[in-house]
């Protein structure tokens, strides 16, 4: 808002309440309210991150390491806290990973910003340096980057499994890994460019609660959590002619809104007549069209159900409309919406296989489309962490297909890329060039935290890692596990060079967009501490969240 206001009005006539805050003080007070954002998720970066327990006012709860997830619970209502949490949100939209280190870079620029800003360098000046440094590096990004393609599972799977390590997904991770690659593969297309195209509308994800993770399986077209409407009904097929229906098999509306006037047990009888006959008739369309299956998004009368049993036909009602959406891709099926227009056409042939718990369809199309992913949990919270783990992994997987490009990982790739900035940094004159150089620290304050995060010395680490990588080891990054420098591509640390690409620009373009702001104008209380040096919450930002940062 105070972006806004501050350009070209003459004059404010500001309420009794309003506040205003200017230049440095002004800076302050958004730099440490962005760092504080930064700082609550710091913790959960990398394989030895911690977890968040976020609890709703309504008390429901969740445990995550996501970073996009965690600051969208958070309730932020802090303006420029905001901003921080829409870099996690473009992060996850754009990338499906790498949200919680384009948020802690972002921290870090600002937190640098704030050091050159207090040797009273221009705003101006640093902003143009981090545009310039932000450039280079997403060039250098593309130049480090090896090219990978799709039918390489080895290298998806690492960066599956990367993606995934320090996740809920953790422990089945090899197993898990390897179905997201599968699932990737069985909906990927080849474009007429030679391009790879990931059609993830052929991929669905059914989670189910009750058995270990490691269960969980990759199923060729799609899982349908539903029961047969009435019992008598065959389950099994093993090809059968299936109806995608979204119209009710049930009287029609305008009949039982009409009142009726029954004068007499005859006419009652009449009217009865009349409503079985047409819940017959329905049913007759559906018979006459050679059916054998109806999955329909509405209702089922009783009396249908039990005419559709008598004539053998399998239907399931009130259907999500998700899954008969995918169940048209998976069969090649039109959705029919309404009855009287149904023809043979309007079929398609499929098989159905009933699942052993007798809680699942499994239904298959002829030249089979799509794919599911069944996903299981010991309890709710483990799949729901489950989940957002392998979506994770999914959307890495599909954007290393059709992008065709990785990384090494473990903070190798920002190690390389500071290096490369420091030298860089050198053609660029005036105050810009400290911005670059401080650039360059912020983007290795992914390996220091990951270094942090798993209690080994940041410090002396990082100094192996410069070392490594001025001696040419562009892949030398962190083992967490073995506390030593590694070759993260042996070690198979890969990540996506998409996702860093996207990370640096917009914790880039969030760092400038803090800094342009020199004037904030409130019509209410700006109750806050300004200029914190801890990075804790700013006052009164976090709505009930208040004390996370850096407490966990
Ligand atoms: P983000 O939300 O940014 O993806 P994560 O918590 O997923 O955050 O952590 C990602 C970071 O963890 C990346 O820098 C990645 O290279 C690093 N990482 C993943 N696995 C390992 C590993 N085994 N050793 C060291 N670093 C790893
Ligand atoms: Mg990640």
Same mark, same amino acid.
């Given at each position: ?187 990927? %297309?080849?474009?007429? #460019?030679?391009?790879?195209?990931? &059609? =993830? +509308?052929?991929?669905? @994800? /059914? ?128 959705? %029919?919406?309404?009855? #009287?227009?149904?023809?043979?056409? &309007? =079929? +398609?042939?499929?098989? @159905? /296989? ?132 590694? #070759? ?65």
């Amino acid at each position: 808002m105070s972006q806004r206001m501050q350009q070209g009005q003459p004059m404010i006539i500001m309420g009794e309440d309003a506040q205003r805050v200017q230049d440095k003080d002004a800076q302050e007070y958004n730099i440490s309210a962005a760092r504080g954002v930064a700082e609550s998720v710091r913790s959960t970066l990398g394989p030895k991150g911690m977890d968040k327990m976020l609890v709703t006012s309504t008390g429901d709860v969740t445990i995550t390491n996501d970073g996009v997830t965690i600051l969208q619970e958070m309730d932020i209502d802090n303006p420029t806290a905001e901003m921080v949490v829409e870099v996690a949100e473009t992060q996850e939209d754009e990338a499906g990973d790498g949200t919680t280190s384009a948020v802690a870079i972002a921290g870090e620029l600002l937190k640098n910003a704030q050091d050159l800003l207090e040797q009273d360098i221009h705003p101006t000046a640093v902003i143009k340096g981090f545009n310039l440094a932000s450039e280079y590096a997403r060039e250098q990004v593309d130049e480090v980057a090896t090219r990978v393609d799709p039918d390489d599972t080895e290298t998806l799977r690492n960066v599956a499994e990367t993606s995934m390590t320090g996740k809920g997904a953790e422990l089945d991770k090899e197993t898990l890994a390897d179905l997201v690659v599968r699932a990737i593969q069985g909906v990927t %297309v080849e474009a007429d #460019d030679g391009s790879h195209v990931v &059609d =993830l +509308a052929n991929l669905n @994800i /059914e989670t189910r609660t009750g058995r270990a993770a490691g269960e969980s399986r990759l199923l060729s077209g799609a899982a349908i959590d539903k029961d047969p409407v009435h019992e008598d009904m065959p389950t099994d097929f093993e090809s059968a002619n299936v109806l995608l229906l979204n119209d009710p098999i049930e009287v029609e509306e305008a009949d039982v809104d009409t009142s009726v006037n029954v004068d007499s047990p005859d006419q009652l009888q009449k009217f009865l007549d009349q409503e079985e006959e047409q819940l017959r008739e329905k049913v007759d369309q559906i018979v006459d069209s050679g059916a054998d299956v109806v999955f329909c998004q509405k209702g089922i009368d009783d009396l249908a159900q039990h005419y559709l049993a008598k004539e053998g036909i399998l239907a399931v009602r009130r259907t999500k409309k998700s899954d008969l959406t995918f169940l048209k891709n998976v069969l090649g099926a039109p959705i %029919v919406t309404d009855l #009287d227009s149904l023809t043979a056409d &309007d =079929l +398609a042939v499929g098989s @159905i /296989e009933r699942d052993d718990d007798e809680e699942l369809f499994y239904v298959e199309g002829e030249d089979a489309h799509g794919v599911t992913l069944l996903l299981y949990g010991t309890t709710e919270h483990v799949v729901d962490e489950l989940e957002r783990g392998i979506q994770d992994a999914i959307d890495v997987v599909s954007t290393t297909v059709s992008d065709g490009r990785t990384l090494p990982g473990g903070g190798a790739v920002e190690v390389e890329i500071a290096r490369r900035l420091r030298d860089y940094a050198d053609s660029v004159s005036g105050r810009e060039q400290l911005a670059v150089e401080a650039f360059a620290d912020s983007l290795e304050l992914i390996p220091r935290v990951l270094a942090e995060n798993a209690g080994l010395d940041a410090i002396d680490l990082l100094v192996d890692l410069r070392a490594a990588h001025e001696a040419g080891d562009r892949n030398a990054g962190l083992d967490v596990f073995a506390d030593e420098v590694v #070759d993260t591509a042996d070690a198979g640390v890969v990540e996506t060079a998409h996702a860093k690409e996207q990370a640096i620009s917009s914790a880039a373009e969030a760092a400038n967009l803090v800094l342009k702001i020199d004037d904030i104008i409130s019509a209410g209380d700006l109750s806050t501490s300004g200029g914190d040096d801890e990075g804790g919450a700013p006052g009164g930002g976090m709505g009930g969240m208040g004390g996370m940062g850096g407490a966990m």
